[in-house]
């Protein structure tokens, strides 16, 4: 009898030192207990979206590309066109206001891990300390290489020296002779002769990499030097060449999205594109949306129907997330289709806890593990 007595005050202990969750949102009375709050998280989804523009510059000796050298296609006047490149979407989590919670009735040495933003990493465990995302905004990273030195062989030899030979009458005493001196002052050259200087200097470099290509100099070198010269006269030629053909500048601007799925919508629009002028504010004739689409369908939407409401009602708080398809698409294509979990759109179920029970918790906010 005694042994029983002892028993039941074992489990009595027991059970009283058993932590308590507490919904904050579904009581009415303030809570006098000693604890700690804590919210479940949310997901975010981070968009980001490659950019492509692309800028045909017009050389400056383009009208006379077919006359030296028998091109037809080149560049003719200035463009610039704009493409969406890849498109990737990943998650972030951020803690939830409407889903907040109190730990009561806490026993001793019982370990709580947050993170640095209030969320729940583990319990009476060591959790890993992971970076969330904290504001939602519109990043723009612009990856650009401005090309300040454009046909940069065109403006260097824009100017040629010119001397001219002046001739003075010098009056001394009876005497009189003629003085000469030479003034010399950098003009511009005609554009015919600039044309034909840089046709020629492009034929030499090709006929130096040549003889270099064929072994005809006197000098016997390596196979690598010889590589490395013909590679460096190459570029030079090409430099020299866009003179000719023009110049084609691709650059690529990054923009990052954050979207927050909300329980009963699933198109959102992310932004308004066009083709001559890239991302737009306001749509025009030319221009298109693109719209983030996440699938309806709701795997756990019937858990409910399954389980008593002790269930949802008693235990610890854990989040059964929906694996849901994530589309990024323009009214033409897809541009990415992926499956995320997404934790607000699933099912908050209650796990049974003592004060013995272990967890953490996976950097999307989803349950990594539990052992009691």
């Known amino acids: 009898m005694k042994n029983i007595f002892v028993f039941l005050a074992f489990m009595a202990l027991i059970s009283c030192s058993t932590p308590k969750v507490i919904n904050l949102h579904a009581i009415s009375k303030p809570i006098d207990d000693v604890g700690v709050m804590f919210s479940l998280p949310k997901t975010i989804l981070k968009v980001e979206v ?11 000796f383009a009208e006379f590309a077919d006359k030296y050298f028998g091109l037809q296609n080149v560049i003719t006047s200035e463009q610039t066109t704009y493409s969406i490149g890849d498109v990737n979407v990943t998650t972030l ?6 889903q907040l919670y109190f730990i009561s009735n806490l026993p001793h040495r ?22 969330i995302h904290k504001n939602i905004r519109i990043e723009q990273d612009d990856n650009i290489n401005l090309q300040s030195d454009l046909f940069r062989n065109y403006a260097e030899n824009n100017l040629v020296e010119k ?8 009056h001394a005493d009876t005497a009189s002779f003629l003085k000469q001196t030479l003034k010399k002052t950098l003009i511009a050259k005609p554009m015919t002769l600039r044309v034909e200087e840089a046709a020629d200097y492009i034929l030499k470099v090709r006929q130096s ?77 030319k221009s298109f949306p693109i719209e983030l689409k996440i699938n309806a369908e709701k795997t756990y939407s019937k858990v409910t129907e399954h389980l008593s409401s002790k269930h949802f009602q008693k235990g610890f708080p854990y989040r059964m997330p929906e694996n849901l398809e994530i589309t990024v698409s323009s009214p033409y294509a897809t541009l990415t289709n ?14 049974p806890f003592g004060n013995h029970s272990r967890m953490r918790s996976r950097p999307n906010g989803t349950l990594e593990f539990i052992k009691y």
Do not use: C, W
């Open 50 to 60: 490659n950019i492509n523009r692309t800028t045909l510059h017009k050389g400056p």
């Open 93 to 98: 989590k951020e803690a939830d206001s409407t």
């Open 110 to 131: 019982f370990k709580i891990d947050f993170d640095e933003y209030g969320l729940l990493n583990s319990i009476n465990t060591f959790g890993e300390r992971k970076e």
């Open 163 to 170: 001397i001219d030979t002046i001739t003075e009458e010098v």
């Open 209 to 285: 990499r040549l003889n270099i290509l064929s072994a005809t100099s006197e000098v016997a070198f390596e196979k690598a030097s010889i590589k490395y010269m013909a590679d460096e006269l190459l570029k030079i030629e090409n430099e020299y060449m866009t003179l000719f053909t023009g110049i084609v500048d691709k650059q690529m601007e990054t923009y990052t999205y954050y979207v927050e799925p909300l329980a009963n919508q699933d198109v959102y629009p992310l932004f308004v594109f066009s083709n001559a002028e890239g991302i737009v504010k306001k749509g025009g004739e």
């Open 338 to 351: 992926i499956k995320l979990a997404i934790l607000q759109r699933g099912v908050v179920y209650r796990l």
